[in-house]
């Protein structure tokens, strides 16, 4: 059976729009992790030292902040709750520029920071074989999104 334009002119545009929503996931992906990526990655310059957890409450974990430079110590600095693993749990952090707030560096810091990265690439696996059509892809775009989820589940 032959196909008539107009039906390869609607292929086309819903592979077009399959690709937008695949980079539209990416890109937000990217973004999010971006946000609390660059504290680690772009590091230098920055408050490093050790946080040990005191606290918790529903969204944030304190502690004091022992610097391990010439920054200055505080007394009580925060972190997300999902980052602090328990009370008494030392690890080493950076401080957010201008802020009482830090990030967990090192490997599991790292890991967690690309979390949404993560989820990106498993839900545009989803697209990919779905409305793309391409398993291959799909199947490495999500087992990378699967390894890196539980990387940092493992990590943390």
């Known amino acids: 059976m032959k196909r008539s334009s107009s039906h390869r002119a609607l292929i086309h545009i819903r592979n077009a729009a399959m690709g937008g929503v695949v980079l539209l996931l990416l890109v937000a992906g990217v973004f999010s992790s971006w946000s609390t990526a660059h504290h680690i990655i772009l590091a230098k ?6 946080m040990t ?13 022992a610097p391990s430079g010439q920054a200055a110590a505080r007394s ?10 328990r009370r008494g749990d030392r690890f080493p952090v950076v401080v957010k520029p201008g802020t009482d707030d830090v990030v967990r560096t090192g490997a599991p810091g790292f890991l967690h920071a690309w979390v949404p990265l993560g989820g990106a690439l498993v839900l545009a696996a989803l697209v990919i074989g779905g409305g793309l059509r391409l398993p291959r ?15 940092t589940f493992i990590a943390l």
């Open 45 to 50: 310059g920055r408050e490093h030292g050790t």
């Open 53 to 65: 957890v005191t606290g918790c409450g529903a969204d944030v974990c304190t502690g004091p902040f």
């Open 137 to 151: 892809i799909a199947w490495g775009t999500g087992i990378a999104g699967g390894v890196l989820l539980g990387a």
């Open 76 to 85: 009580r600095v925060t972190i997300k709750k999902s980052v602090a693993v």
